[in-house]
């Protein structure tokens, strides 16, 4: 690989940071995304080869435009220096902001014409079918992560019996952003990028969906997280997940439907019980909820 192109945020616009990164102006036409120095190269390189492949499949989103070594001062030695991508700057409008804020405020009208859009683009977007293997199997990237989690935050019976679970769903050579939550919804426009498809996958679409439909789980291990993250109450993030549900599933069958909502709950504890929280070991009674919560949720399958 050729030596990467060494560039610095010193004097940029920062317009947003996120868990691994942060991102500045560079221009009117590209951003420069800067990883933190703890993230590991391996995956900087996995999303950028990712976000490539999607352009290549023809799916309008931000272009990733070339691998860059960032460092404070162009004089630091390498060492110093952190992994970055260029990408074509496209709206980074957020409409996290307006749907949250809709519900808090009771603004039923305007919540329900945001989410109306949200599932509409989604249903579009999961219209896009590619050949088997161009994208990574999302079901892998799941049972990867949770088996990672086998014997630290996870007993070992119980993050395979949840590793199983999610295995069982069937393939689908359905396009996944990967990420797919208000977050990374572009704005309406005539023409709409995707951003962050750094996880771009491929598989059956309850895996984009269901990133909205999980956060009572979070409450049961952590109480007040969606309040602390979100700033409103467990019963408001309830009403979202369940208008979530009705919109996606508006023109499913009642047992299609049921399935679905059972995979949202499935797929939400799965998320929950991937995420590293950097602790070398966790505590055994959050072992012990963990387990409890997926012998509760298996046994609805």
């Keep these: 690989m050729s030596p990467l192109r060494r560039m610095t945020p010193e004097g940029l616009e920062q317009l947003g940071t996120g868990r691994s990164a942060t991102v500045y102006a560079l221009s009117d036409k590209e951003v420069l995304k800067v990883f933190l120095p703890t993230y590991p190269f391996a995956l900087v390189q996995e999303e950028y080869e990712l976000t490539r492949k999607v352009q290549e499949a023809g799916i309008p989103c931000a272009a990733a435009l070339e691998m860059v070594s960032v460092c404070q001062n162009l004089s630091d030695p390498p ?8 990408y074509e700057r496209v709206s980074l409008e957020n409409i996290m902001a307006g749907v949250y804020g809709s519900l808090i405020a009771g603004k039923t009208e305007e919540l329900n014409r945001l989410l109306d859009y949200y599932t509409a683009f989604g249903k ?3 219209t896009i079918t590619l050949p088997e293997g161009t994208l990574p199997d999302i079901r892998e990237r799941y049972t990867e ?10 007993n070992p019976e119980d993050a395979e019996a949840l590793a199983a679970a999610i295995r069982a769903i069937p393939y689908a050579p359905t396009y996944l952003h990967g990420d797919f939550n208000f977050s990374n919804v572009p704005p309406p426009s005539d023409a709409p990028k995707l951003y962050d498809v750094g996880a771009a996958a491929q598989g059956d679409p309850v895996f984009d969906l269901d990133y909205l439909c999980g956060g009572d789980y979070m409450e049961t291990i952590s109480p007040g997280f969606i309040q602390r993250t979100y700033g409103m109450s467990l019963e408001q993030s309830d009403v979202l997940r369940d208008l979530v549900i009705e919109k996606a599933c508006g023109d499913l069958a009642p ?3 049921l399935l679905f909502v059972k995979r949202t709950r499935l797929l939400g504890l799965a998320y929950l019980a991937a995420l590293d929280f950097g602790m070398a070991e966790y505590p055994p009674e ?9 012998h509760r949720v298996l046994a609805s399958l």
């Design 145 to 154: 992560n949770i088996r990672k989690m086998a014997g630290r935050k996870l």
């Design 124 to 126: 579009k977007l999961h």
């Design 79 to 86: 060492e110093k220096s952190v992994p970055g991508i260029l």
């Design 286 to 294: 959050l072992r012990a909820g963990f387990g409890m919560l997926i």
């Design 255 to 257: 047992e299609e439907k």
